[in-house]
């Protein structure tokens, strides 16, 4: 669901609000699928590019980079009201942006 989407370090802010917005509307999203391949892992989808005004083809794969949470357990962080963790970018990644972890 749009509610399991959470940004992370990316900056991507802009990617997971549009994911978040077209999983409400299951025809919309498989519109966007143009192959899968699901043994190997592979699928063809189509954005839209703003800056051109057309339709672009755009390779991905399966793989969904995560980090479990007790990698983060020497990491320092301040909670929210809500319990939400919140870290600070320095903690975990270098000025050359690679991960410290």
């Not at 991507?12 to 919309?28: E, M, Y």
Request: charged share 25%.
């Amino acid at each position: 669901t749009a509610g399991d989407l959470a940004q992370g370090f990316l900056g991507n802010c802009w990617l997971v609000a549009s994911i978040a917005a077209i999983v409400k509307q299951p025809t919309w999203l498989r519109k966007l699928f143009v192959e899968a391949d699901l043994v190997a892992g592979r699928f063809v989808i189509q954005l839209f590019d703003m800056a051109s005004g057309r339709w672009e083809l755009v390779e991905v794969d399966d793989f969904v980079p995560c980090t479990l949470e007790d990698d983060w357990s020497e990491i320092p962080y301040t909670e929210q009201e809500d319990g939400t963790r919140v870290y600070n970018y320095q903690d975990i990644y270098t000025a050359q942006g690679t991960k410290r972890l």
